[in-house]
């Protein structure tokens, strides 16, 4: 966990205090909304249809057990007693009161937190694996360098208005748990031929109206150019992108337009002439970022293969466990993931309660630090293994340990339009019917890891495009259709998914992926064999006939 | 209008010309990036403090050859938005060593002050009284920096690397004394 | 941009003139004088004329309501003034799902 110092805390007390004072000349008249807009959402401050919406940034996804208890008091004391985790580990509320906002903020600032970078154009939360520092299959710890980027981009002085949003994900493991390629940079860390570690640096990718993968624009990028190769991306693309339309202001157009090569040379002249200035990092510069990093004192403990066994002759146990623990990179050690998709309940909501216990339960069990995952769900990332069966007692009694992550109803959704003024139908609903749908956790575990995300508009949210099944929610004279699109994924694998066909009534759209479902069932040569695997084995076709013969 | 310099509201001494009409000869002068592509030598041999409104949508490595006769660079932000001046600003600062006047006009909010500030404009044409009235606050609201630019404020980083080397040295200090 | 003021809009039906509160956020509609929380209370157009007027006055009182727009509505049989649209429904009642509730 990183550890704010005075100059962070001062920072985020100085930020409160210009928000405050804006606030004060909208609700005065000395600035117009048009004006005011801008500011707002540079703090993270949407509007949407009931209330205005507090986005909160978690940086690479970390929380103390101390900050997820404030956004718990955040969501009573100005919300509905809830908050929304989003698919890009930040948090939200979403019925804050425009006159009360600066008091929650300076609750927030108390612990570090702030909505900086949760919004507006400019250089968003950097995200990262929720696994960091924790999976048995990662080179180093990347938050370090998520720190590094989250100080170099706050509050920027040339790049808070660029074009559009601008979202950087690092991942430092085998298996790429952040979604790198769908980002406009993602930063790949890994170990190359000479055994030095560096960057694989990717462009371009995005999500959206105009869905692209990032294009790999250097192979290596040593870690002490990091910031100033990443300065020279966003100096190429703030003069550079286009500004015309919104729908084409992302830097994946200008990518796309200009070509991953000559974008690569414009980077590459520009960093030629900045790398070997202030924005080299040195060792020591590095090592004192490193050292505010407080890693758990982990105790010399041996895997607790005996009393695991025993624990698991309760099959609910052994059911959660099989499903919602990976490995530790530390022996004895175990990582929990507390799964947020009950069923019937809109995916990634916490309660003011919840938030509470699981605060508490991370300081009993996992040394006072919890994950958000890109998923939307939360992490315990140091668990002993002998306290699991006790962790789990206490996870199940606060409706957090449906053993379903990575199953099909292990849901990712968009607020949609239950919420979201950009919106053109409802996703929430979807997921709840869903997972009513597939409440049987034995089929679930049967059908094996299958990704469902939903969208309620085209700027993907929800990220339907890399769904195993991704499902999009349109309005076709006045009534909610959904589009569906099949063979997404996010991992090292990343492809985006292939439209099914015309779009499904709201009414039909649950039966339509039961029917997708079946279809995989027949299909699949064994039970081992993946939804996605099977979908890029056997085409579209056999699911368009089922679906649409039927139709 | 107001405008500000150098962190005072000062009387504007460049008279702006329009894309066409006579030089004046005793005035200083603002000159459209166009007209002055057109006649550079003209408005180089001309006797006036000579300044250029350059558009944010042109290279402002164009600009580099006349950059010692410049008295004055006017870089326009259309909307509040549009952010590409900041960089200009910044490449003829720190990658050209511009030392004149740097100026922000268009949508200019006291919200952006310390942006330009830090980018390294000097003057600022902004559009409420009450704005420019509060430039001096605005342009302290913070005290913490996280990134390197040309206007020379120390990061928090280098500022931590200081801070924890200082308390080292005094730290020692008591120590030699029980020493002895 | 086009100004809201400058749209040329058809009115096919009543419609409200309808808008968020500054202060915090909430979904409100234009009266006849003023702005009310309810829609029971707003003031239903018939003509683009009327809807223009509500709308101009709407927004000249930019300080105290954000956004203000046009929403379709419709007229029940006993004479209630219901959202036109599933939009305008879900501003007007909330969310379509049970909200989660914290012990």
Redesign the interface.
């Known amino acids: 966990m990183y550890v704010y110092?005075e100059?962070?805390r001062?920072?985020v007390k100085?930020?409160v205090?210009?928000f405050r004072g804006?606030v004060k000349r909208?609700?005065?008249?000395?600035l117009?909304?048009d004006?005011f807009k801008?500011?707002r959402l540079m703090n993270g401050v949407y509007?949407?249809?009931?209330?205005?919406m507090l986005r909160i940034a978690i940086p690479y996804g970390t929380l103390s057990s101390k900050q997820l208890r404030m956004l718990g008091h955040v969501?009573?004391k100005y919300d509905?007693?809830?908050g929304h985790f989003t698919t890009r580990q930040n948090i939200q509320f979403n019925w804050?009161?425009?006159?009360e906002l600066p008091d929650a903020m300076a609750d927030l600032a108390s612990v570090g937190m702030h909505g900086l970078q949760t919004s507006g154009?400019c250089i968003r939360n950097i995200t990262t694996d929720h696994f960091a520092a924790v999976a048995p299959d990662e080179i180093e710890d990347p938050r370090v360098w998520g720190e590094i980027i989250r100080?170099?981009?706050?509050?920027?002085?040339?790049?808070?208005?660029?074009p559009r949003k601008f979202k950087i994900a690092i991942s430092a493991a085998k298996a790429d748990r952040a979604a790198i390629r769908v980002h406009d940079i993602g930063l790949r860390l890994y170990e190359n031929e000479a055994g030095e570690h560096g960057f694989e640096v990717m462009v371009g990718g995005g999500l959206g109206r105009t869905p692209f993968l990032g294009k790999t624009i250097r192979e290596f990028l040593p870690k002490r150019d990091l910031l100033s190769y990443l300065e020279a991306v966003l100096?190429v693309y703030?003069?550079f992108g286009r500004?015309d339309n919104i729908y084409k202001a992302r830097i994946k157009i200008l990518v796309h337009e200009i070509g991953a090569e000559a974008f690569s040379k414009e980077v590459e002249a520009e960093w030629a002439?900045i790398k070997s200035?202030?924005?080299a990092l040195d060792t020591?510069?590095v090592a004192?970022?490193v050292s505010r990093f407080q890693y758990p004192a982990y105790e010399a403990l041996k895997d607790e293969t005996e009393a695991l066994e025993s624990a698991k002759r309760d099959k609910q146990f052994e059911t959660w466990y099989e499903n919602s623990v990976a490995p530790h990179n530390q022996p004895g050690y175990a990582v929990v993931t507390v799964s947020l998709k009950p069923e019937g309940?809109?995916p990634g909501?916490?309660?003011?309660?919840?938030m509470e216990k699981i605060a508490g339960l991370a300081d009993r069990f996992s040394f006072g630090e919890i994950r958000v995952s890109h998923v939307q769900n939360l992490v315990l990332p140091h668990v002993a293994q002998r306290d699991l069966p006790e962790l789990w007692r206490s996870l199940d009694a606060l409706g957090v340990a449906t053993p379903n992550v990575n199953l099909i109803s292990d849901i990712i959704s968009c607020p949609g339009?239950?919420?979201c003024s950009l919106a053109n139908a409802?996703s929430?609903?979807i997921a709840?019917g869903l997972t009513r749908r597939f409440r049987d956790l034995e089929k679930q575990r049967d059908l094996g890891p299958i990704h469902i995300n939903i969208d309620g508009c085209i700027n993907s949210c929800g990220h339907h495009h890399i769904g195993n099944i991704g499902i999009l929610g349109v309005e076709k004279n006045?009534e909610?259709v959904y589009q569906i699109k099949l063979g997404g994924r996010s991992d090292s694998k990343a492809q985006l998914g292939e439209l099914l066909g015309p779009a499904v009534p709201a009414g039909e759209i649950i039966d339509v992926v039961e029917n997708i479902i079946d279809v995989y069932v027949e299909l699949r040569k064994n039970p081992h064999e993946r939804f996605v695997n099977v979908v890029h084995r056997v085409g579209l076709e056999p699911f368009k006939e089922r679906i649409y013969a039927a139709h | 209008m107001p405008l500000i310099k150098d962190g005072r509201i000062v009387e504007d001494r460049f008279v702006r010309l329009d894309e066409e009409g006579p030089l004046p000869d005793v005035v200083p002068v603002l000159v459209p990036a166009e007209r002055f592509l057109g006649n550079q030598a003209e408005y180089l041999a001309a006797k006036v403090p000579l300044g250029v409104l350059w558009p944010n949508n042109k290279r402002v490595s164009e600009l580099e050859p006349y950059l010692g006769r410049l008295a004055l660079i006017a870089l326009h932000f259309p909307a509040f938005k549009d952010g590409r001046a900041y960089s200009q600003a910044r490449i003829l600062r720190e990658r050209y060593k511009y030392k004149g006047e740097l100026r922000a006009t268009g949508d200019i909010l006291q919200d952006q002050f310390l942006f330009l500030l830090r980018a390294g404009f000097n003057s600022f044409e902004v559009k409420k009284d009450a704005d420019a009235a509060a430039f001096a606050e605005a342009a302290h609201r913070y005290s913490i920096f996280y990134q390197p630019t040309g206007d020379g404020r120390t990061t928090a980083l280098r500022e931590r690397l200081r801070r924890f080397h200082a308390n080292k040295t005094s730290a020692s200090v008591p120590d030699k004394e029980h020493a002895s | 941009m086009t100004s809201p003021l400058q749209q040329k809009f058809k009115v096919n039906g009543p419609v409200v003139v309808t808008a968020n509160r500054t202060t915090d956020g909430i979904v409100i509609y234009r009266t006849a004088n003023g702005w009310s929380a309810k829609i029971e209370d707003a003031a239903v157009a018939m003509t683009s004329t009327v809807a223009l007027a509500l709308l101009k006055d709407a927004h000249a009182d930019s300080v105290y309501a954000i956004g203000s727009y046009v929403a379709p509505v419709e007229i029940s049989e006993s004479k209630e003034i219901v959202p036109g649209n599933l939009r305008e429904k879900i501003r007007q009642a909330g969310p379509t799902f049970e909200l989660p509730v914290s012990g």
Do not use: C, M, V
């Open positions: 110092d100059f962070d001062t920072f100085e930020r205090n210009d804006q909208r609700l005065a008249g000395e117009t909304e004006e801008p500011l509007l949407q249809l009931h209330a205005y969501a009573r509905k007693g809830y804050i009161k425009l006159e154009n100080q170099w981009s706050t509050l920027h002085p040339e790049f808070t208005f660029l100096r703030n003069q500004r002439q200035g202030p924005l020591i510069t004192d970022i309940a809109p909501d916490a309660t003011a309660e919840q339009l239950d919420y409802r929430i609903p709840q006045g909610e």
